[in-house]
């Protein structure tokens, strides 16, 4: 049966209009526009899984095959000032850590071979590897320069004064052995309060990094709680408050009670090809 000619109208109407919204989204494309965000972050995850042993990174693995970690980074440095006001709490704090972790393992990662992130520290003790800005995401500066952030920027001045949350600081990673491990899969809103408690208790059980030991009357605690002790009482009233919350039953009163010590911070690579 031949096609009436309204209909026939209306079918080609219905294809220009298909056409256009097809070169509307390839002009969006050319022009840079990034595509949603995956809150999931499931690349990272992929490399997380791919190369993360008992809270440490092979690096070697990594350095051989960085596409998809690179595709990663990018993806984070796509994000616009527009984009990260139309997300959740969560989510902002969720790709914040994740930033960071990133961007620390980037940094090593760029100069492995490496026995220390702070070998790239400038001389004389300035400059450090954390104050050192190379993270092009200018667009999201903490103070609104038109400057590159550094771990620090992302560390002190967007995840600690906006988030205000100690957990946090188990979370973050900074490539050295005495650093909180790092965890096998990125930090996404959904699961985010849970991964931060797993986070503090995992730091705390690791007696690497913390000792607390009622048998031997021993209670030495890494220096991430000595150096931000004001974080900790913030949010515990007191380091030993908070600890108790993380702590098991059985160490409680011995924290509470105990004097504290601080082991001295061990800088070398946590390097799971060295292993």
């Not at 590159?148 to 600690?160: A, K, M």
Request: net charge positive; glycine share 4%.
């Amino acid at each position: 049966m031949p096609l009436d000619r309204r209909c026939f109208l209306a079918c080609l109407r219905t294809l220009a209009a298909g056409c256009a919204l097809v070169l509307a989204a390839a002009s969006v494309r050319a022009q840079g526009v990034p595509a949603a965000f995956d809150h999931s972050h499931a690349r990272w995850s992929d490399v997380l899984r791919g190369c993360v042993r008992d809270g440490a990174l092979d690096y070697a693995k990594l350095k051989g095959d960085r596409a998809e970690f690179d595709a990663y980074l990018a993806a984070l440095h796509a994000v616009t000032p527009e984009l990260l006001a139309g997300w959740n709490d969560k989510q902002r704090l969720a790709f914040w850590i994740n930033v960071y972790n990133a961007h620390c393992v980037a940094r090593a990662l760029d100069a492995y071979p490496l026995k220390s992130i702070r070998r790239l520290d400038g001389g004389f003790g300035l400059n450090t590897a954390f104050d050192q800005a190379f993270i092009p995401m200018r667009a999201l500066h903490p103070a609104g320069k038109d400057a590159d952030l550094s771990l620090n920027d992302v560390q002190d001045r967007i995840l600690r004064k906006r988030f205000r949350d100690a957990r946090v600081l188990a979370a973050l990673h900074n490539s050295a052995k005495s650093a909180p491990p790092l965890r096998a899969e990125a930090y996404t809103a959904d699961a985010l309060d849970a991964q931060l408690d797993q986070q503090m208790r995992a730091f705390l059980d690791d007696a690497t990094k913390n000792k607390i030991d009622p048998a031997a009357k021993e209670l030495a605690l890494s220096e991430v709680f000595k150096w931000f002790a004001e974080d900790f009482e913030r949010d515990g009233k007191s380091l030993q408050e908070f600890l108790i919350r993380f702590a098991s039953k059985d160490k409680a009163d011995f924290i509470r009670a105990a004097p504290v010590r601080f082991l001295a911070y061990d800088w070398s690579l946590a390097d799971a090809s060295k292993k």
